[in-house]
Each structure stands twice: as C-alpha cells, then as structure tokens.
C-alpha cells in the first residue's frame, strides 16, 4: 500500500477536466485570448498556490492549546493518572524546573508498563484482569513520571504549519505534540482534534 | 529526440470556444467606425500634403482593439507602444541598411518583435508597422522619422479614442483590462 496517500501535504483534488474549462470559457463573453489547455494549467497552479497559501497559514500558534496541563519529573505516577483523568487528556508533557519540555506521558506509556504484555492496548490490560490473575501494577521502582515517560519528546515550534504537524502525527504515529519557543520552554499542545478542527475551518471553498 | 520534434507539432488543445453574436456585432461596428475615422481624416485632410493618417497595420489593430479587447495584445499600452517602437525601429532599419531591403525588412520585424516583448508592448500590427518602415515606397520613406508620429502615433491615438468609446457601450464589453 502506497503510505504517501495518507500524506496531506498534497492539493486535495485537481480534477478539474478540459470539458470544465472549455465550458468556462462560454461563460465569458469576449474573445479569450488563451488556449483552453494553457487555461486549465494556469487554473492547477492557481489552486496549488491556493491550497498552500491557506494551509501554510495555519500554524501550531493559531490552533494550540495554551492552558497545557503538566506534571513534573518527579511527580508520582497516581498523581499523574489522576490528574489526567480529571482533565479528560490522553496525553500530558512533563516539564523540568526552567519550564523545558523534558518528555511526554500518554495512555501508551501506561499501557506499556502495565499488565498488557507487548500490546500497549487497553483491551489487553482488561483481557488480563478478567483472566482472574488480578491486575500486577507496577515494579515499585516506577512510580514517577519521569520513569515511564518518553523522553525526548518530539516537539513543534509556533510556527509549524498544519501540514507539517499532520506528517508528524502521521509519521511518528503520535496523537498530540507540545509547542515550545526556541529554548524548549512549553508554550502550548496541539492535538488531533485540534488538527480536524484547524482543517475544517480553512477548508471552505475558496470564493 | 527528432520524435520528439515534431511530435509537439501535433498540438494538444482545441480551439476556443466562439463568441457570440452580440460580440461580432460590436466588433463590427468598432472596426468600422476606428478605420473610418483615420481613413477620412487621411483622404479627406491631408491628402496633397504628403501626409497619410492610415497604414496597413492598422487594419490588424482593428481586429485587435475592435474584436479581441480582453486580449493583453489589445491594450492601450501595447497598441501605442507597439506602433510606435516598432515606427522607430522600422525607420532606422530602413536607414541603416537600405538598399539590402530584404535584410533592412527582417531586421526591421525581427527587432520590433524582441523589443516589444522586452517592454511588455506585444502588438501583432507593430510588426507589420516596422515592416511597411522598410516596403512602404517612396512616400514613407520620405518622412523618415516623422512616419513614427504621423500616420502611426497619430492614427494609433485616434484609433484608441474609438475603441474607448464604441468597446463601453454594451453592458457586456470593457475596455480597457489595463493601462499600465
């Protein structure tokens, strides 16, 4: 299977056939000066320009989340269970002293500590509670963030476009991605969901 | 690579649609009015003054001003400076290599063309404009320089006054795209 077709860097549709320009041009009532294929090439290059222009647009700035929860490296793991629970996230950045981002905790990263075997889903962790063997939690030594956290986290600048934080998603199959200034301080987090929401808003039709 | 040639001289569009019967009707009318209008002003002024306000080319400018307004090559910018680039260029070809017309008569249009688009002022008729510099006769050759005011700025100017005029008067027409 071709991957590169779930990539979203690419103008969504230019299929845009002759009979369309040549119909076009009727609608015009003067002497147009220019061949119906040289019409519809510029009209490709056009909607490339388009298409760019607006999603190059977007940037991690206009669509992150400011008010980011966060958890400590040496927060302990209930806490950060906790904390995520409440505030309904899947995901949550650890950050150190200076504000850095120092890693990211998800779902994931529990899942894989915890009585799942080698699939890190939650149905397996459910599968082995009802085999009746209890659920075994964690090996005592882990009991902070900073033990099962992934580090380091892959990060965005505020100027990312949407496009390039998609292929991120898409590449290194992760669902969020903290935004941070040059020094890695953590400014925001972009999500999924902010990501379908950032594409719905800019894919209106052009007018 | 020889395939390749004359494979892009097979073509790989079709014609533009046609335009409709309000458009031919105006054009006409355009035509009609431009050329009359520098046709009396020639024969009917200057004629015995060994001046003429109507040159060939400018029945190629009707058909572009008059008929093809939307087009770039119809603009006001490109019919003035087209006319009168092509004007200087003729007459110097002319000056410059006569009596090897055939050579003054290609370096004349050859010129005119690469000049024009240099300055953004492709005009079809320029290049007939630059040519009748070289073929005209006798009468053209005479005024020298002054062909580049009279008849070809002169009647390029008059022209534009109609087309600005005729081409606005239908709701459906514009003219022109552009100036600059």
């Not at chain 1, 977007?58 to 209930?78: C, G, N, R, W, Y």
Request: one cysteine or more; a neutral charge; glycine letters at 6%.
């Amino acid at each position: 299977m071709d991957e590169n077709i779930n990539r979203i860097n690419l103008p969504v549709s230019i299929e845009i056939s002759d009979d369309d320009i040549y119909e076009a041009m009727k609608n015009i009532s003067g002497y147009l000066d220019i061949t119906p294929a040289d019409l519809k090439e510029i009209y490709k290059f056009a909607y490339r320009h388009a298409w760019e222009r607006i999603t190059q647009s977007v940037k991690a700035h206009d669509i992150m989340t400011k008010q980011v929860f966060s958890v400590k490296k040496d927060t302990p793991l209930k806490e950060v269970a906790e904390l995520m629970a409440e505030k309904s996230v899947s995901g949550i950045p650890v950050i150190k002293e200076d504000g850095k981002v120092a890693g990211i905790i998800s779902e994931k990263d529990f899942l894989l500590h915890m009585c799942a075997g080698d699939k890190p889903h939650f149905m397996a962790v459910v599968a082995e509670f009802l085999s009746g063997k209890g659920c075994v939690t964690f090996p005592v030594r882990l009991q902070k963030a900073e033990d099962i956290m992934t580090s380091p986290a892959i990060i965005v600048r505020e100027d990312a476009t949407v496009v390039e934080i998609s292929n991120i998603f898409f590449e290194k199959n992760i669902n969020r991605v903290p935004v941070t200034d040059r020094e890695g301080k953590l400014l925001g987090i972009v999500s999924r969901a902010d990501i379908v929401r950032a594409l719905l808003i800019t894919g209106k039709p052009l007018t | 690579m020889l395939r390749d040639y004359f494979n892009k001289m097979q073509g790989v569009t079709k014609s533009p649609p046609a335009v409709n019967l309000s458009e031919i009707m105006w054009s006409w009318i355009g035509a009609f009015l431009g050329i009359a209008t520098v046709a009396l002003i020639s024969y009917k002024v200057l004629e015995g003054k060994g001046l003429t306000m109507i040159i060939g080319s400018f029945g190629a400018s009707a058909v572009l001003i008059y008929g093809a307004i939307k087009s770039p090559l119809a603009q006001p910018r490109n019919l003035l400076g087209g006319h009168i680039f092509s004007a200087v260029i003729g007459v110097t070809s002319y000056q410059l290599f006569n009596p090897h017309i055939w050579f003054a008569a290609a370096i004349a249009v050859a010129t005119a063309v690469a000049f024009m688009h240099a300055t953004k002022t492709l005009h079809p008729p320029g290049g007939a404009t630059a040519l009748i510099a070289v073929i005209g006769g006798e009468s053209v050759h005479k005024l020298g320089y002054l062909y580049a005011i009279i008849p070809t700025a002169a009647g390029a100017s008059i022209m534009l006054i109609v087309a600005l005029l005729v081409n606005n008067i239908p709701r459906s027409r514009r003219y022109p795209e552009f100036w600059l």
